[in-house]
């Protein structure tokens, strides 16, 4: 059984947004009880990551990483166009995930009890950003 | 077909810790020839990786880069509450791979000669870690 | 249904090569309209990543960023014996993947408008470089 949606997220700047509910009620739609559900960003400057879900400072450190590893306006940047955020989202969704794969196991996601799912938007203004999820399984 | 099972493994500290015979046999018991392999953990402070199995130094040199791109007990952290390895295991997490997707050939993995897979421990103490193999094909 | 190809590329140097005609071809090849596209690359120093595909200076400034994290013949490095070139790649690799999963939507891949996928070479010489497709829908 395959079971494919599109759905949307609209972001409000850089940060993360979880997605747990909108995956489990995509399994649930499904009907499917084992098997994998894999989701996609249809972006090159928004992302997916999974990780901890209790203490939002996790997702503040990270954000202060990720402004190490691919700075903003950077002067070594030749990609500008859309300004000082545009060449460090395109690194940062290098360095994250286009898509997860996340097992299916009694008809819901098999998470671990800190794991959240998350879109990562890596530009600093709004967007309406584009997702696939597609689930194999039985 | 579909085949999930379940696993753990103890690990004894940071560092990275084999799964290719595991999952070899998953996949010798999954029945199944053709197909992927997907391999998945269930934490955010542990993660999945794949690289070259022939020279130790490499992962030693790994473990080296890894602690310059996320360092234990950064003054930025907010977030420390178990230890100074801690914000740091999670920003690895994200920097790695929570699932890996691994095609089935013949009946087994089809890895390249120099591919392993390694359980990529970010903590330094001992933990239990969950996973989930999940083999889809015929 | 299953789909399962293996193929090559034949890489110049270092660099990012345009997957997508082949990516198309095969799901063309395997007449599934709804389901997943995985491609495995099997190697440790080569790798995929879905980026930007309109401007190329987005892959220089990227590849500006990787010699940055993982730098060519930094003297921390204890695994050198094919040169300058060959710790860098293995870390470049565990930074970016070595799968992809992108969904299939009537019968072709459901890539966004933006979206290539790439082939990344890591070392600096000419490589052959193997890949598994895998396309599983219906």
């Known amino acids: 059984m395959i079971y494919q949606q599109q759905f949307s997220y609209s972001t409000q700047g850089r940060g993360t947004y979880n997605l747990c509910s909108q995956l489990e009620k995509h399994i649930r739609?499904?009907?499917i009880t084992t098997g994998i559900c894999t989701v996609f960003i249809h972006h090159?400057?928004?992302s997916l990551i999974i990780t901890e879900n209790a203490d939002a400072t996790v997702r503040t450190d990270l954000e202060t990483i990720m402004q190490r590893l691919a700075p903003d306006g950077d002067p070594a940047y030749r990609h500008d166009y859309?300004?000082?955020d545009d060449m460090s989202a395109h690194?940062?969704?290098?360095l994250?995930?286009?898509s997860l794969t996340i097992p299916v196991t009694?008809?819901?996601s098999a998470l671990g009890t800190w794991q959240?799912?998350?879109l990562?938007?890596?530009r600093t203004s709004h967007f309406n950003r584009k997702l696939t999820v597609t689930i194999i399984g039985e």
Chains 1, 2, 3 share one sequence.
């Open 29 to 31: 739609d499904s009907r």
């Open 44 to 46: 090159t400057s928004a």
């Open 82 to 84: 859309e300004g000082d």
């Open 91 to 94: 690194i940062r969704c290098v």
């Open 96 to 98: 994250t995930n286009d």
């Open 106 to 108: 009694k008809g819901q």
């Open 116 to 118: 959240g799912v998350y």
């Open 120 to 122: 990562y938007e890596h």
